[in-house]
């Protein structure tokens, strides 16, 4: 059972278990005790060629202190918290004549650390994501989220906001090694993620079809479509699949097919064919996969009960699950990018996400050398 499993063995969904400790085998027999040919004490036990302290044991080659072992090639768990200290601020940055509000966590390192560029879903806000920016910046990242303009009742075009975000990258370039700046010279602008949820996550796609400053986009349940009465392609664009071959920068995917059909408002809050999956189908260049079965798609931010959750049915998932394991494989994913750790791939590709798989967390599959 791997670390993020026993993460979440204490929620109620799954209710795993860790495994216990195995028995020790019997001290006083040949080939099983302690003391004798194959113990703790000879040839091959504990102190000598194939035991704890040599050549395959626990501080050897294979071992978990070196090349292959539980603490070299899978690296930290990136469910647990980080370890830079982090601070929240805010700022404002202009773009079409509008002022935007910013949220800001900071690692306290001077750094300079990689940016995430965070985009909300539709109707909310970063305080919904919270919990995201807290988590990633622990792990040595300068989190930007803004809060993007538009309502049900006073729509802004997808194509303005990815404007609005291309102005943000623009301030962000500017801002980054300024150390009087509000990101106070912490931010590696050179090393930048666009990612979001719903409709953030489509306008992260948007934005990285056509600039090339993204080194990465991670799309939780993005939706391509539009509000329910969209008006003109030129204004909302579609992504997936018109403009996801302009997009080299490696992807990541997470999402949920609950609500493929109609909600509350009549129409379905990730509608089957302009959903996550149909991102990936269309991606062009590395991209991961992850669907959480059962989510429902305001699982994935803080508040599932926000006042415009309602419009989204529920899932059958335990949204604090969902809601660690997505930031969980976010972290991941970000390491394995950004900073070209491979050790995280066991987290999105390997021996974790296999038992991840396993344990009914997730249902993942990647393409293109990812």
């Known amino acids: 059972m791997t670390r993020l499993t026993c993460l979440f063995a204490a929620l109620p969904l799954f209710a795993l278990g860790c495994p216990a400790a195995s028995a020790p085998s ?6 099983t005790d302690d003391d004798d040919a194959t113990d703790d004490d000879d040839a091959t036990d504990d102190d000598d060629a194939v035991d704890d302290d040599d050549a395959v044991d626990d501080d050897d080659a294979v071992d978990d202190d070196d090349a292959v072992d539980d603490d070299d090639a899978a690296g930290p768990d990136p469910a647990d918290p980080g370890a830079y200290a982090t601070t929240s601020s805010s700022a404002t940055y202009t773009s079409a004549g509008v002022s935007i509000p910013l949220a800001l966590t900071l690692p306290d390192d001077p750094g300079p650390h990689p940016v995430v560029v965070f985009l909300h879903g539709f109707q909310l806000g970063p305080a919904n994501y919270a919990s995201y920016a807290n988590h990633v910046a622990s792990w040595g990242y300068v989190v930007v989220m803004p809060e993007l303009p538009g309502t049900l009742i006073i729509p802004v075009t997808h194509t303005a906001l990815a404007t609005h975000v291309v102005d943000l990258l623009d301030w962000v370039d500017a801002q980054g090694a300024d150390p009087n700046g509000p990101l106070l010279g912490r931010a590696d602008a050179a090393s930048l993620a666009l990612a979001g949820h719903s409709m953030g996550g489509k306008i992260s796609m948007l934005v990285a079809s056509s600039d090339a400053r993204a080194d990465a986009v991670f799309g939780i349940d993005p939706v391509d479509a539009g509000p329910p009465f969209t008006l003109t392609p030129d204004e909302y664009p579609s992504v997936a699949p018109e403009l996801m071959s302009s997009i080299t920068a490696p992807i990541g995917l997470v999402g949920e097919t609950t609500n493929a059909t ?11 064919d302009e959903n996550f999956q149909q991102y990936y189908a269309a991606a062009a260049g590395p991209a991961l996969e992850i669907e959480v079965p059962g989510a429902g798609h305001m699982s994935f931010q803080d508040d599932p009960n926000c006042g415009v959750c309602w419009t989204c049915p529920a ?42 798989e396993a344990a009914g967390l997730a249902v993942a599959r990647s393409k293109n050398a990812f």
């Not at 109609?262 to 089957?272: D, F, H, T, V, Y």
């Not at 998932?317 to 066991?346: H, I, K, Q």
């Open 26 to 31: 019997d001290d006083d027999d040949a080939t």
């Open 315 to 356: 899932g059958t998932d335990d949204p604090a699950v969902t809601l660690a394991g997505t930031r969980a494989w976010m972290t991941a994913f970000l390491e394995y990018t950004l900073r070209a750790d491979a050790s995280f791939a066991t987290w999105l590709t390997g021996a974790e996400m296999t038992a991840d």
């Open 262 to 272: 109609a909600g509350g408002l009549g129409q379905a809050c990730a509608p089957a």
